[in-house]
């Protein structure tokens, strides 16, 4: 088994990262018998997993219930949040309560922000399933629900007792979903790690073929990228958190315009990351060759380039300006400075960011 420590003084947590942790009582302590547990999965996953996880912690003598929501990014919803509030008070769960985040990146952020209003504050863990939520959204303690004026709008930041990885559970993941976690992975490599992503140019074809060493250890790699950012950033206030932002303000205006749940987190970010690479491109500060780099890898991994065909350019730029990073009117872009190295520009320019967009659309 992989571990690694997200610092963060006493609120310092584990990461565990192996095959089969989802049956593994050590995976689950700190609790212990006597304690009550919230399993908070969706319909799929309880399908799959919840067993295993009720098995392994009424072993351990824990007192466990579930609540299970639909399953979609259009239900990460402030009424969704409210189901789970009264399954914990119908059920009695007291403040020492531990919620369980059994899913993708939706349940996980459901279940942390719930973890975080419940009775003001309860523990959470987070157990993610999918290939996004293993390499991310489980990792730093961004917790939040939709707006239908803006995506995450609402939300905390609140970290996870615990995060437990189950490599087992990619395996009944669809490949789209598993197309949408690499988009963040390359991101990681773009912003942070020119070697890493290197290494994803030469091994993303055993990531497909499921090879257990080669996704152990890129899983392992992000986790490491992230919880390093997270140690010196976790409220992102210096920065360096931000940069995790390449692609999402374009990708989010994405999200948003189509309506959640229609293009998939990662396809939105896909074609945020060759956006922000335009745009870096027409300010003069990034290779058109990295740009091809970028390009060739994303459509390896299956990820589409360009923008939704039904979205005009015009369309991006009124929710990109609900963008949590603009400050006074002005635009503030994390864009790739070269493949390994990005940073926070400040006050683009709307025309050249139009242009950028341009760039990046269907043309039939
Ligand atoms: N908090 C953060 O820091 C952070 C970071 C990145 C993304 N996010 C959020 O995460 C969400 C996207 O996460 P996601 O891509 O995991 O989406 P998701 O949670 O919707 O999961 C994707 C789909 O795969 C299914 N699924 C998950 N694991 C499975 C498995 N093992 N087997 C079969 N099916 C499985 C889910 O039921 C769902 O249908 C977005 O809401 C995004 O905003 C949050
Ligand atoms: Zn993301």
């Known amino acids: 088994m992989e571990k690694l420590t997200v610092t963060l003084g006493e609120r310092s947590y584990p990461i565990s990262i192996a095959f089969g942790l ?3 009582p050590d995976a689950f302590l700190p609790l212990k018998s006597g304690e009550y547990a919230m399993i908070v999965t969706n319909k799929t996953l309880d399908s799959l997993y919840s067993t295993r996880v009720k098995s392994t912690l009424t072993k351990m003598g824990v007192k466990v219930d579930e609540i299970i929501l639909p399953d979609g990014e259009q239900y990460k919803t402030l009424a969704i949040l409210d189901t789970i509030f009264t399954a914990l008070l119908e059920k009695n769960h007291p403040r020492s309560t531990t919620l369980i985040a059994l899913g993708g990146g939706v349940i996980g952020d459901l279940t942390g922000f719930a973890a975080a209003c ?10 993610p399933t999918s290939l996004l939520s293993q390499i991310d959204s489980s990792v730093g303690g961004k917790t939040a629900v939709n707006h239908p004026l803006g995506k995450n709008m609402i939300g905390a930041f609140y970290q996870p007792i615990s995060v437990i990885i189950d490599l087992d559970s990619l395996k009944t ?15 990681y490599g773009i912003i942070l790690d020119y070697d890493f992503f290197c290494w994803l140019e030469k091994n993303i074809s055993k990531l ?11 899983i392992l790699h992000c986790c490491e990228l992230k919880a390093k950012i997270i140690a010196i950033d976790e409220k992102e206030t210096n920065g360096q958190r931000a940069l995790l932002n390449l692609g999402h303000t374009f990708g989010h205006a994405i999200e948003t315009e189509l309506g959640y749940g229609s293009w998939l987190h990662g396809e939105a970010i896909a074609v945020g990351i060759v956006m922000a690479a335009k745009t870096a491109e027409l300010i003069g500060q990034f290779d058109n060759n990295d740009t091809k780099r970028i390009l060739n890898l994303l459509r390896q991994a299956n990820l589409p380039t360009k923008g939704p065909a039904k979205m005009a350019a015009e369309a991006y730029l009124p929710h990109m300006m609900r963008d949590k990073k603009v400050v006074n ?20 320019s709307h025309e050249v960011v139009l242009k950028a967009i341009k760039q990046c659309l269907h043309t039939d």
């Open 22 to 24: 989802l049956n593994s």
């Open 173 to 187: 993941l669809p490949v789209r979903q598993f197309s949408s976690g690499l988009a963040e992975i390359i991101k």
């Open 329 to 348: 009117n002005q635009l503030n872009l994390v864009l790739p400075k070269s493949i390994g190295n990005a940073e926070l520009y400040t006050n683009i």
């Open 208 to 218: 497909f073929e499921f090879d257990e060493k080669t996704i152990s250890y890129c």
């Open 118 to 127: 419940y009775q003001r504050g309860v523990r959470f863990i987070q157990a």
